[in-house]
């Protein structure tokens, strides 16, 4: 069973959905996405996911955008984030990484995978390619036992979705809305379709979990998720809420943490 | 004159949109999901377009009647004298809207009404393909959105002010360099959110499948024209055909017809900016660094880690880190070759085709009247006299002039009659 499997089997027997966190590793500094990170595994995030920091992303929207802009800008390296995995791995938490094609391609997908692995990493999210063009990650991960966690979006055909969820493993992630990364107001009403295409639509008996992911800001929003969605992943939100307290680091942390225990009541309170 | 979309060449992709197979070759679809079935749909839609006599014939009437082609094929005689080859031009710098660009949008925009949709958003660098895009969403009745970087909205003055005329909304991109690479970022981000009634009109011949194939067959044209032109004014093909590549759809617009052709030479050129050896260039394929921007396997400009590496060019329209990934592939393959021309290579040849011949081009023509000017001597040598060059002549100059007005001192009081700042002005007469 891999690692991210093992976190949402244990939220499922508190009769739950996981509570998913993401943020760029070098966002504010590497040591202080590592401190937010732990920050957020302590105040309640089951699995984490660390991004990627790449110049050219096409999922993301302005806010981790910018978080991004600036990791880059503070000299950031692919080794920076398996240093960062690694930190945060060692809390016991499963750790993803979340990224572009292209850093992979870049350094060899085989080697890459070796120093996920060798940083503890748990597998990888991979917003901007489809099992059907990712066979030598498909190797890379099958060999060493990474989740491979690949998207599906609303507008996936039935077709897509079943070649798709054939080739996660960990967990699925269902992108609520048909836009790029952002909080909303609102959550979206195309999500709990897709859910429950997707549930249907998975290779029988592999229980594969669905994570619903790009929308969410807070712990209402949360539990309105977790009623149909084995896992809620938030990105832009704890993002947005070390942009908005730049300035004092302590500020940011606490902010973060009480993101997180809202998030994390949320996901109990379906 | 009829296009020929429908044909084939030993160079196209295969149906996964692989340009020399998946394990060595270049290509394919590198995408988030939620664009996945809108481009398989696009595929499909294309497939059949193609195929389709009702719709080629339509294009072709609006190719004719609308964008003022088929081009001519001139014999630039005082060029030719120049370089000792016979050079011709082909005269896309004629073209309603003034560049290769038309034909590209008329195809596109055409196969988005068939497909039924609304809207239309498109990235631009130099603004022609933003131009040529509002142009074709005011012929066809589509609401238009143009993303541009703010650098290019800036030294393009002129072109954004055309799109919001032609009904277009225009939105200058902060982010990243704040050129192309990054107009094509937040039109793709727009796209997600908004393709069950939004096409996106790709401008050159890269991006994810279908759109170098899409593009490439539409754009086709170009070569297949010029193709028939040259036997029947010149009485056969030329020995060697040139183009500037910065996506790569002039260029391919060109090679197309020619490519299974072993006799014909094609050359590519790239734009070299400061000098490929400084590192500030566009040259990408020269770099030869395999890796996936904007939806394909391609050359890419990127460092050790992956991360896009900004290029640079005097001009806009070449100011791209990436390239058609069948460019790519006819590089590896042998069958194109590919070089740089430096910013001042080009300018000079601006001056000089300019000057010799009363046709002021886009700096990107330039760059392949540079090209032209350097291969002409061995080009003279491998076939004797009477050597023949075609070069594509994408586009004309009037949206280059304020960089133009500030190489070459232009403004200056009597600068026209000095031979200073710059060599070409005064090579050239
Ligand atoms: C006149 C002209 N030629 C060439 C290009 C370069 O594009 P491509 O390489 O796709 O032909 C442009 C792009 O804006 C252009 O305006």
Redesign the interface.
Same mark, same amino acid.
């Given at each position: 069973m891999s690692t991210s499997s093992v976190a949402y089997a244990k939220a499922k027997a508190e009769n739950r959905a996981a509570l998913v966190g993401y943020l760029p590793a070098g966002f504010p500094t590497v040591e202080g996405s590592i401190e937010a990170l732990t920050t957020m595994v302590e105040a309640g995030c089951d699995i984490i996911e660390i991004g990627l920091p790449?110049?050219?992303?096409? *999922?993301d929207?302005p806010t981790i955008?910018d978080a991004v802009?600036q990791a880059?800008d503070g000299g950031v390296?692919?080794d920076d984030v398996f240093r960062v995995v690694e930190a945060v791995a060692a809390t016991g938490v499963p750790t993803l990484v979340m990224t572009s094609?292209?850093?992979?391609?870049?350094?060899g997908v085989d080697r890459f995978a070796q120093q996920l692995q060798d940083a503890g990493g748990a597998g990888l999210i991979t917003?901007?390619?489809?099992p059907?063009?990712a066979l030598e990650w498909i190797e890379a991960a099958d060999a060493r036992d990474l989740d491979k966690v690949?998207?599906?979006?609303?507008?996936?055909?039935d077709e897509?979705i079943t070649m798709?969820t054939a080739e996660c493993r960990g967990f699925v992630y269902a992108?609520a809305? *048909?836009?790029?990364t952002g909080a909303r107001a609102k959550t979206s009403d195309l999500a709990a379709p897709l859910v429950a295409r997707t549930k249907q639509l998975s290779p029988a008996g592999t229980d594969l979990p669905v994570g619903v992911g790009l929308g969410v800001s807070n712990g209402a929003q949360a539990a309105e998720m977790a009623a149909y969605a084995d896992g809620v992943i938030v990105g832009s939100a704890f993002v947005r809420t070390l942009l908005d307290n730049r300035s004092d680091e302590q500020a940011a942390l606490k902010a973060l943490a009480s993101l997180t225990e809202d998030l994390a009541a949320g996901v109990r309170a379906r | 004159m009829t296009t020929h979309i429908h044909e084939t060449t030993s160079y196209d992709a295969d149906e996964f949109g692989w340009f020399g197979g998946e394990a060595e070759g270049f290509g394919g679809r590198f995408m988030p999901e939620a664009l996945m079935k809108a481009l398989i749909e696009l595929d499909e839609a294309w497939q059949d377009a193609k195929a389709d006599p009702t719709f080629v014939a339509e294009f072709d009437a609006i190719l004719r009647d609308y964008a003022n082609l088929p081009s001519p094929l001139y014999h630039a005689t005082l060029l030719s004298d120049r370089l000792g080859v016979r050079v011709l031009l082909k005269r896309e710098d004629l073209n309603h809207t003034g560049a290769h660009k038309i034909r590209n949008v008329l195809g596109q925009a055409l196969l988005t009404k068939r497909m039924g949709k609304t809207r239309v958003i498109a990235e631009t660098g130099a603004g022609q393909h933003g131009v040529a895009s509002a142009t074709a969403a005011a012929y066809f009745g589509l609401d238009c959105t143009v993303y541009m970087g703010k650098v290019d909205t800036d030294r393009q003055a002129l072109n954004v002010a055309r799109m919001r005329l032609l009904g277009a909304e225009v939105v200058p991109v902060p982010s990243g360099s704040g050129t192309l690479k990054d107009a094509i970022n937040e039109a793709l981000r727009d796209w997600v959110a908004s393709v069950d009634h939004t096409a996106y009109l790709f401008g050159t011949a890269a991006g994810p499948h279908p759109f170098p194939t899409l593009v490439r067959d539409i754009v086709r044209g170009i070569g297949d024209e010029a193709r028939v032109q040259a036997v029947e004014q010149f009485g056969g093909l030329p020995n060697a055909v040139v183009a500037a590549v910065g996506g790569g759809s002039n260029a391919i617009g060109l090679f197309t017809a020619f490519l299974d052709d072993e006799d014909v030479e094609i050359h590519g050129f790239e734009a070299g900016g400061d000098g490929f050896e400084t590192g500030r260039h566009a040259a990408t394929i020269q770099a030869n660094d395999p890796g996936v921007l904007h939806g394909a396997r391609t050359y890419v400009l990127q460092d050790e880690d992956g991360q896009t590496i900004e290029s640079h060019s005097i001009s806009a329209g070449l100011d791209y880190p990436g390239v058609g990934p069948q460019h790519a592939w006819l590089a590896k393959s042998g069958r194109v070759s590919y070089t740089s021309i430096t910013d001042k290579e080009a300018m000079d040849a601006f001056a000089l085709l300019s000057r010799c011949e009363g046709i002021i081009p886009a700096i990107e023509s330039a760059h392949a009247i540079a090209g032209a000017i350097k291969i002409a001597p061995e080009v003279k040598e491998r076939h004797g006299e009477g050597a023949t060059i075609l070069i594509n002549l994408s586009g004309r100059g009037d949206k280059d002039m304020g960089t133009a007005i500030e190489y070459f001192g232009l403004g200056d009081e009597g600068a026209g009659a000095r031979s200073d700042k710059h060599s070409g002005l005064g090579e050239a007469k």
């Open positions: 790449y110049s050219d992303p096409v *999922m929207g955008q802009q880059l390296r692919v094609w292209n850093p992979i391609e870049r350094r917003p901007d390619i489809t059907d063009f690949f998207l599906v979006a609303p507008s996936s055909t897509r798709t992108t809305v *048909m836009g790029v | -």
